[in-house]
């Protein structure tokens, strides 16, 4: 069985929760990694705390080529085994592995989206506010991201809320 990962919009809960992040009102980041080895996504999800019925915001899992937001940077311990609790520790810096870390490699809350000029979609949602979505991929047709390429989940909702949202992966 392959080591697994997963990681958060936020920090490594230590002694307090996992973060919420706003949402803003514009398309944004709220999670990218940059692997270092490809890797098959298994899992993702996001959720709201939206106190009210409203429009539902898109949510998306997408792969932005080599075009990346500028975000905060993931320490080590962020990037957290997942299946095998005995997995190797991601290792630090921009030539980190499984994932590159860095303000412009992998992390969380996008601060600038970068110019996009291709994408590819592993799976996109319509998430009402109040609510949440997760999507597991069957064996064997999980979405597949090269090395060097930016994986990202991006929100875009017409009114600020906040959001926890998380990949599951597992490197090739």
Not at 4 to 24: D, E, H, L, Q, R
Not at 78 to 91: C, E, F, L, Q, R
């Amino acid at each position: 069985m392959a080591n697994s990962y997963i990681v958060f919009n936020g920090a490594m809960p230590t002694t307090s929760s996992a973060a919420k992040v706003t949402t803003g009102t514009a398309i944004k980041t709220m999670l990218q990694v940059k692997p270092a080895v490809p890797i098959r996504v298994i899992e993702w999800g996001v959720s709201f705390d939206g106190s009210a019925a409203a429009t539902p915001g898109i949510c998306e899992l997408i792969d932005t080529g080599t075009v990346f937001a500028t975000v905060t940077a993931y320490a080590t311990a962020d990037v957290m085994p997942y299946g095998n609790p005995y997995a190797p520790a991601n290792t630090s810096g921009t030539s980190g592995t499984p994932l590159n870390l860095g303000t412009s490699a992998s992390g969380y809350t996008a601060s600038a989206e970068g110019t996009i000029t291709a994408t590819r979609l592993g799976d996109v949602q319509l998430v009402a506010p109040t609510n949440q979505a997760w999507k597991q991929f069957p064996l064997d047709r999980e979405f597949g991201v090269p090395a060097g390429d930016s994986l990202r989940i991006r929100v875009n909702f017409a009114a600020a809320i906040n959001c926890l949202c998380y990949v599951v992966f597992t490197p090739l």
